[in-house]
């Protein structure tokens, strides 16, 4: 499996950029970040509006950390 490194992000305040963790994050962490609930976010997966889960097992989907935050800071500006 090959891996990137994800470029790093200026966080308000710091000196210099932070890398990003590279990690997943459950649905219930993913709502509280997004604001919005399990129904929408599957509505918009599905629209190809919002980042697609990674299914680790059958009953358990992940979201990359990255992808979420950066679809959280492309609604900050205006789309």
């Given at each position: 499996?090959?891996?990137?490194?994800?470029?790093?992000?200026?966080?308000?305040?710091?000196?210099?950029?932070e890398?990003?963790?590279?990690?997943?994050?459950?649905?219930?962490?993913?709502?509280?970040?997004?604001?919005?609930?399990?129904?929408?976010?599957?509505v918009?997966?599905?629209?190809?509006?919002?980042?697609?889960?990674?299914?680790?097992?059958?009953?358990?989907?992940?979201w990359?950390?990255?992808?979420?935050?950066?679809?959280?800071?492309?609604?900050?500006?205006?789309?």
């Amino acid at each position: 499996m090959q891996t990137t490194a994800n470029p790093p992000v200026h966080l308000e305040g710091a000196d210099k950029p932070e890398p990003l963790r590279e990690r997943f994050l459950r649905l219930n962490e993913v709502m509280a970040i997004c604001g919005i609930r399990k129904s929408s976010i599957y509505v918009l997966m599905q629209q190809g509006k919002f980042p697609p889960c990674i299914k680790l097992t059958p009953r358990l989907s992940v979201w990359p950390e990255f992808a979420v935050y950066q679809w959280v800071q492309d609604r900050k500006g205006g789309v």
